[in-house]
């Protein structure tokens, strides 16, 4: 199967940009979560006050991703 997505440039140039970089913005989420997710599981020397803001940002940043019915699981 293929797909092909087609663009009027350069009136549309942002939206092709956005389409051609979604990996890379697959892989920022992807590595914000990773790094909320170590420094939970294994970073004893944060505050508590830290450790909960942490632990809002990771619900909040994996909850708007729900939101749009898209997962960090997706890319394989």
Request: hydrophobic letters at 35%.
């Amino acid at each position: 199967m293929k797909a092909v997505l087609e663009f009027n440039l350069p009136e549309e140039e942002s939206d092709f940009n956005l389409a051609c970089k979604g990996k890379d913005w697959w892989y920022v989420c992807w590595e914000l979560d990773q790094y909320l997710r170590g420094q939970l599981k294994y970073n004893d020397n944060i505050s508590e006050d830290t450790r909960e803001a942490y632990k809002n940002l990771r619900y909040e940043l994996l909850q708007t991703i729900s939101d749009r019915n898209i997962s960090l699981d997706d890319v394989k």
